[in-house]
């Protein structure tokens, strides 16, 4: 379930398709960490990426909040992807449930 949102909408990624990106996004999380559990990984996953032809797909988990994960699609023209992850790191540490 999408908590909240930030941004712009885009052709690329309308507004409406949100819910069902973090739904389809969530269901990925949880595959890795299965596979990563079956293969005795030790390591926390502390992101996941896809990169598309035009965009780059963010998944950022918390640290101090299991289960939740911060969902960032960027613009590959028009996006740092070093930058967002350094911001979505500051975030994290400010944030508070």
Do not use: W
């Amino acid at each position: 379930m999408c908590l909240g949102y930030k941004g712009t909408n885009s052709p690329a990624f309308p507004e409406a398709n949100l819910e069902l990106a973090v739904a389809g996004n969530t269901e990925v999380i949880r595959a890795k960490m299965r596979a990563a559990e079956s293969l005795g990984f030790t390591d926390r996953i502390e992101e996941i990426l896809i990169i598309l032809e035009t965009q780059y797909h963010l998944m950022y988990l918390l640290r101090n909040i299991p289960g939740l994960f911060f969902y960032l699609a960027l613009d590959r023209e028009k996006g740092n992807l070093a930058l967002a992850r350094i911001k979505l790191a500051q975030i994290e540490k400010e944030l508070t449930l």
